[in-house]
């Protein structure tokens, strides 16, 4: 079942008037009015730019979200060229003079990319990965990059080379990751719009950390290139972080669409902020506390039971289930995981394994050793899941889960080791309820659902059919119109 539209002007209701973007970053503003204040010269690129400086200078010592920062001064240029630009009415893209910086995997040419290893430290591509091109087509100011753990490994943002980003709500709390970087800088106001990428919930997880929104588009939706890893077995995607459902609408609007380059790209999908406002009642949820049985804190179960009850609430109509379809789900996870680290890392591993975490030669090394018959299960047993999914979707229209098992965890911790006296294998398996969604390709939300005691943010985890991407995101901005935990700011940074 598909959400209806039920209009637009709604998005209209929370625009605020021109007075309000005297600090376009604070970040209680919407990135699309940010836009259309830009684009309507109500608000200039150099003041846009002069105020996220302003807001990286005062908060980024304490986040490190922001890895890799241009000189202000050539910022201020760009800014500068787009409003002569717009002054003379030249016909602009879109998000042109919006400022970004990108998670410090994807490639960009002339700025150093790391991917948070010291292999990298001094890594300056000379071209542009896809979403990194159509940012800059769309008229985005890229003037730096992200945080990210080493090779996107983990979702805990730290690494060797600029060490750790640290929680907005509480700087002794992890951001998550791999994407903790494009979190915490949203939340801070640093950026509007950030790239995330997410293959065991690397997008999902740090959005949910620090209450911002994440989509994984369903696989295809945002094509990816260069490719490290082979397409067929591939779960790793490119999708929109912001502060808001709209803002991710917004930014999934200009990376997303097909490219040749990629085999698994979908067909174009119009994609609108202003296709959001719908109405919920009679939707068919299906949630699941502990999704095939896994283990969830208590804390975040009451947060998520509470959520359960504002689906409700908006006249959605919920089932408990127990989700044991993907019973097993994270067994095939773990091997076409390791299998792609040790395509992506397997030379690199051969000749510097030892100066690699050792989480992640770990994970490589678990990949060079996989035999024929560990991938041909592996995927054998993802098309039997992937069935059993598709037979639920027929009398459900969306899953509704948790985002993350456990509240963020100590920056000093690389990862929890045991959920509710339940003993974890390794460093990714506290993360399975976001792990266990992977390989099936459906598009999953990150939404923000409350706080615990302690102030601590946590994400509710929505869930559609493979292709569903703007009934996911409907869904989602439903939830936050009634919520609207996103407006709640972290602490004063000091």
């Known amino acids: 079942m598909e959400i209806a539209t039920a209009g637009t002007k709604a998005l209209k209701t929370d625009s605020p008037n021109s007075s309000l973007l005297a600090d376009p970053a604070n970040p209680v503003h919407r990135a699309v009015d940010i836009v259309e204040a830009l684009n309507e010269q109500r608000l200039s690129a150099e003041t ?20 890799t920062l241009i000189d202000q001064d050539a910022a201020m240029a760009m800014a500068r060229e787009v409003d002569q630009q717009r002054a003379l009415g030249m016909p602009l893209p879109p998000l042109a003079g919006l400022p970004i910086a990108i998670k410090d995997l994807a490639q960009t040419k002339g700025l150093r990319t790391t991917l948070g290893s010291p292999l990298f430290r001094d890594n300056i591509p000379d071209s542009d990965s896809l979403i990194v091109s159509r940012l800059k087509a769309a008229g985005a100011l890229v003037i730096g990059k992200t945080n990210t753990p080493e090779m996107g490994a983990g979702s805990h943002t730290f690494n060797t080379v600029f060490g750790i980003t640290r929680n907005p709500y509480n700087l002794d709390r992890s951001a998550g990751g791999s994407s903790g970087g494009a979190a915490a800088a949203l939340r801070c106001g640093m950026l509007a719009l950030a790239d995330g990428s997410d293959m065991g919930g690397s997008l999902r997880n740090p959005a949910g950390f620090c209450n911002v929104v994440g989509l994984r588009p369903s696989m295809g939706r945002v094509p990816t290139w260069p490719q490290a890893t082979s397409f067929f077995a591939r779960m790793g995607i490119e999708g929109p972080m912001a502060r808001t459902v709209e803002d991710c609408t917004l930014l999934l609007q200009h990376i997303a669409g097909p490219d040749p380059r990629d085999p698994l790209s979908l067909p174009q999908q119009h994609f609108s902020p202003d ?25 975040v179960l009451r ?30 996870f773990r091997t076409l995981r390791a299998a792609a680290y040790a395509t992506l890392a397997g030379d690199l591993f051969k000749q510097f394994g030892e100066q690699m975490k050792p989480t992640l030669a770990d994970n490589i090394k678990q990949g060079l050793a996989l035999s024929a018959d560990d991938i041909f299960d592996a995927e054998t047993n993802r098309s039997v899941q992937f069935a059993a999914l598709s037979q639920l979707f ?28 339940e003993a974890m294998q390794d460093y990714i398996d506290w993360m399975a309820v976001c792990c266990m969604i992977s390989p099936f390709g459906l ?7 409350g706080f615990d005691a302690d102030g601590l943010p946590m994400g509710v985890q929505i869930v559609g059919r493979p292709g569903d991407d703007m009934g996911v995101l409907r869904l989602a901005y439903a939830f936050q119109q009634r919520t609207r935990y996103w407006q709640q700011q972290p602490p004063e940074l000091k």
Do not use: H, W
């Open 48 to 67: 846009l730019m002069a105020q996220s400086y302003a807001t990286i200078n005062r908060c980024n010592p304490s986040i490190n979200a922001i890895c």
């Open 275 to 299: 296709g959001l406002a719908s109405d919920p009642s009679g939707v068919k949820i299906g949630f699941s506390r502990n999704p095939a049985g896994i283990p969830v804190e208590r804390p």
């Open 303 to 332: 947060i998520f039971e509470d959520a359960v009850a504002d689906f409700a609430q908006l006249g959605c109509d919920m089932e408990e289930i127990k989700l044991d379809q993907l019973d097993g789900a994270m067994t095939v």
């Open 394 to 421: 027929e009398t459900l229209d969306f899953l509704v889960l948790p985002v993350a098992q456990v509240a963020p965890f100590p920056v000093e911790q690389e990862y929890p080791t045991a959920i509710e006296g």
């Open 443 to 449: 598009p999953a939300a990150s939404v923000p659902a």
